[in-house]
């Protein structure tokens, strides 16, 4: 069995081959022309006003590095409180408490599956934000892409560096949104209710983040698949199904990968000072047992 270190190092090493593949293809210049247009704003993306491959560098690395630690900051340690607050008061009638489960090991299938679900509700927010249409795609393309999809009548915001623009802005905000569930699930929150004197009904008992992650779930999950259906069908139309399959894979393992620091900086940084915060002032609750049941 891999230990925890040994795999917080696999996650590492899998960010370190992502920077070195990203500063490879999209960053560094390696051709005359390409260091000569390094730092020139004639063929610059104009979201921030850089050439192409320091545009790069900040969609790939410093947005989600940066702005997801900051966002992660921000929702555990300010939102999380908050949102029990609220929690409290709408279920007045429930009183919270904790399990104390130990010391859990990092587990690669908790990260993936937690990595899928961002990236179901960074597309699902994608997905509302081209339903309203409320961007100017231009922002995220070269002059040249914009020719292009104008030339072709394909539409732009489908075009893959404005899909994977859009995806890196969107990740901070997701990993925070995130971040509160994983908090609450991690100290192991419960809350429960008690039956009023002998009226035989069976009292009622839950993890708190179940209720915040289902709606986030479903939301995510549904969104998602009305955005599949639309790119689904931009793509048949335009005869590239299998490029569309490709942009979308290759989008979505960059987020993943990209947002891997931030992850582990939530795991061995922010978790144990959570786990201690939410717990404070609630009484421990017993787990049981197997072994109790039958005795």
Known sequence: MIDEKKKIKILLVVYIIFLINMLMIGIIPFTDEA???FFSKANAIPLFGLSHQLNNLVIYIV???IGGTIFLIIFTFIIT???????????????DAYIDIGEEPFYFKKFLKRGIFMILLNIGIIGVIYNLDILDYRLFASPENVKWATESGFPLKYENNVLIGLMSLIAPFVIGIWSVGWAMDDAALIHYRLPKGDSGKLFEIEPIHYRYNSLIKGYAGISALVFYIGVIIYYIVYGMPIYFIFIL???????LASTIPVYLIYWKLCR???IKKLRKNLIEVERITEIRVKS
């Open 63 to 65: 947005i989600p590095l």
């Open 81 to 95: 409180p908050l949102f029990l607050r609220l929690k409290r008061q709408i279920w007045r009638n429930y009183k």
């Open 35 to 37: 260091r000569k247009n």
């Open 249 to 255: 894979s290759i989008a979505a393992l960059t987020i």
């Open 272 to 274: 144990p000072r959570l």
